[in-house]
């Protein structure tokens, strides 16, 4: 990392931490009480997820990390240093290139921008599953975390007036599901980070592009603030860039979506008041200020909001058609994985994946048992029984879950 450093990330976690707003109030003792639940909860929660999802996963459970806001900016800026590393070594070697100035400049600003924006989303993400952690100190690859963000989970709770115990399991039921997603499918956290990798190595990085790439994001903002639909993601992006941002959104929408699914599916015989709390979220994940709403714009966090509702249709779909162990082939390599044309269109995943169903056979339960003439291993999709419920489109925990 020595030479020219393209982010000044202590500037960022300086900056994040000085503009977050302070969490709510709440006597010593609360605070205690909710991080102790959390904690427990979360562990409950893996147990549930395990079991409905009927993905094995090797690792005993843990218990979640709990984290105040600064706790969070910290956490989230240690794992963008682990992702942006390929990026900077990259642009350490071509420093001829780039003027003295511009990087002095270049990564001051840098580090503001990154510190306000995660000072933004410290106080309203609920939680997180870090994919991406700094090795531990024998240099062992950490796998992820799961982080709970006590502060903003009280505010939530207190704001929407739902039963705190219910609400703090509903949100460790989504979490619980990427940690068992991802310790469950090893392969999946390589996967995304070396797409993420391609994808910053796929960006045209001299200096001429990259001003041109700023203009056009700067005009980006302009139209978002005045309620266009720009983004910054789509300003700064190569054609090659577009492509492998498609297959990132497409597992993205497919992980995020499988947490909403199952979330929804687990949440009504664990969860009591679950349509409650569903209700109300609903209203206030759609709400804020103007200012959040062009922020959110900006980071591509409202374009998540449609991607969990698609995610989480495509898994409801596949499962009702064939059973969950069906729909866990989708977990078997990088090939199984759903293009977002087939998440728009599960039935061409499964086309291609289980293969071309025989004629469905009605179980007696009215209940359809499909024989799968796949590939695969030949064996019958097991009936699944349906978890019937409200079957509207499932609301994520926030709208900036990792």
Same mark, same amino acid.
């Given at each position: 990392?020595?030479?020219?450093?393209?982010?000044?990330?202590?500037?960022?976690?300086?900056?994040?931490?000085?503009?977050?707003?302070?969490?709510?109030?709440?006597?010593?003792?609360?605070?205690?009480?909710?991080?102790?639940?959390?904690?427990?909860?979360?562990?409950?929660?893996?147990?549930?997820?395990?079991?409905?999802?009927?993905?094995?996963?090797?690792?005993?459970?843990?218990?979640?990390?709990?984290?105040?806001?600064?706790?969070?900016?910290? +956490?989230?800026?240690?794992?963008?240093?682990?992702? #942006? $590393?390929? %990026?900077?070594?990259?642009?350490? =070697?071509?420093? *001829?290139?780039?003027?003295?100035?511009?990087?002095?400049?270049?990564?001051?600003?840098?580090?503001?921008?990154?510190?306000?924006?995660?000072?933004?989303?410290?106080?309203?993400?609920?939680?997180?599953?870090?994919?991406?952690?700094?090795?531990?100190?024998?240099?062992?690859?950490?796998?992820?975390?799961?982080?709970?963000?006590?502060?903003?989970?009280?505010?939530?709770?207190?704001?929407?007036?739902?039963?705190?115990?219910?609400?703090?399991?509903?949100?460790?039921?989504?979490?619980?599901?990427?940690?068992?997603?991802?310790?469950?499918?090893?392969?999946?956290?390589?996967?995304?980070?070396?797409?993420?990798?391609?994808?910053?190595? +796929?960006?045209?990085?001299?200096?001429?592009?990259? #001003? $041109?790439? %700023?203009?056009?994001?700067?005009? =980006?903002?302009? *139209?978002?603030?005045?309620?266009?639909?720009?983004?910054?993601?789509?300003?700064?992006?190569?054609?090659?860039?577009?492509?492998?941002?498609?297959?990132?959104?497409?597992?993205?929408?497919?992980?995020?979506?499988?947490?909403?699914?199952?979330?929804?599916?687990?949440?009504?015989?664990?969860?009591?008041?679950?349509?409650?709390?569903?209700?109300?979220?609903?209203?206030?994940?759609?709400?804020?200020?103007?200012?959040?709403?062009?922020?959110?714009?900006?980071?591509?966090?409202?374009?998540?909001?449609?991607?969990?509702?698609?995610?989480?249709?495509?898994?409801?779909?596949?499962?009702?058609?064939?059973?969950?162990?069906?729909?866990?082939?989708?977990?078997?390599?990088?090939?199984?994985?759903?293009?977002?044309?087939?998440?728009?269109?599960?039935?061409?995943?499964?086309?291609?994946?289980?293969?071309?169903?025989?004629?469905?056979?009605?179980?007696?339960?009215?209940?359809?048992?499909?024989?799968?003439?796949?590939?695969?291993?030949?064996?019958?999709?097991?009936?699944?029984?349906?978890?019937?419920?409200?079957?509207?489109?499932?609301?994520?925990?926030?709208?900036?879950?990792?």
């Amino acid at each position: 990392m020595d030479g020219m450093q393209v982010i000044d990330w202590d500037l960022a976690v300086a900056t994040g931490t000085r503009l977050v707003r302070p969490g709510p109030q709440v006597s010593r003792e609360e605070a205690r009480q909710a991080v102790a639940e959390l904690r427990q909860l979360s562990r409950e929660a893996e147990g549930h997820v395990r079991e409905f999802t009927r993905i094995d996963t090797e690792t005993a459970p843990q218990p979640a990390t709990i984290v105040d806001r600064s706790g969070w900016i910290k +956490a989230n800026v240690e794992g963008f240093r682990v992702v #942006l $590393e390929p %990026l900077t070594e990259r642009m350490a =070697a071509r420093r *001829d290139q780039t003027p003295a100035i511009v990087s002095a400049v270049g990564s001051r600003i840098t580090g503001v921008e990154v510190g306000a924006v995660l000072a933004f989303l410290a106080s309203r993400v609920l939680g997180q599953y870090e994919l991406f952690l700094p090795p531990d100190p024998s240099g062992r690859e950490a796998i992820g975390r799961l982080t709970l963000v006590a502060p903003n989970i009280v505010h939530a709770e207190q704001e929407l007036g739902v039963h705190p115990r219910d609400f703090r399991l509903w949100v460790c039921l989504h979490e619980e599901t990427h940690r068992v997603q991802f310790t469950g499918v090893p392969w999946l956290r390589e996967y995304i980070r070396s797409q993420m990798t391609e994808f910053l190595l +796929a960006s045209d990085m001299d200096l001429p592009t990259l #001003l $041109e790439r %700023l203009r056009s994001a700067a005009d =980006a903002v302009a *139209d978002a603030v005045r309620g266009g639909e720009g983004n910054l993601i789509d300003a700064i992006q190569t054609p090659e860039q577009k492509e492998i941002l498609d297959r990132l959104t497409a597992v993205m929408t497919l992980v995020e979506g499988h947490g909403d699914y199952v979330m929804d599916a687990v949440g009504p015989s664990v969860v009591p008041s679950v349509a409650d709390i569903r209700a109300k979220f609903h209203h206030r994940r759609e709400g804020g200020s103007r200012l959040d709403r062009t922020v959110r714009k900006l980071l591509g966090v409202d374009l998540k909001m449609k991607q969990y509702a698609q995610g989480s249709g495509f898994v409801r779909t596949v499962v009702d058609q064939v059973g969950m162990d069906g729909f866990n082939k989708v977990w078997t390599s990088a090939e199984t994985l759903p293009t977002q044309e087939e998440i728009a269109h599960p039935d061409r995943w499964i086309a291609r994946v289980i293969g071309t169903p025989a004629l469905p056979v009605a179980g007696a339960d009215g209940v359809t048992d499909l024989r799968r003439t796949g590939t695969d291993d030949g064996d019958a999709a097991r009936p699944e029984t349906r978890i019937e419920g409200e079957n509207e489109t499932g609301d994520e925990a926030d709208g900036t879950t990792g």
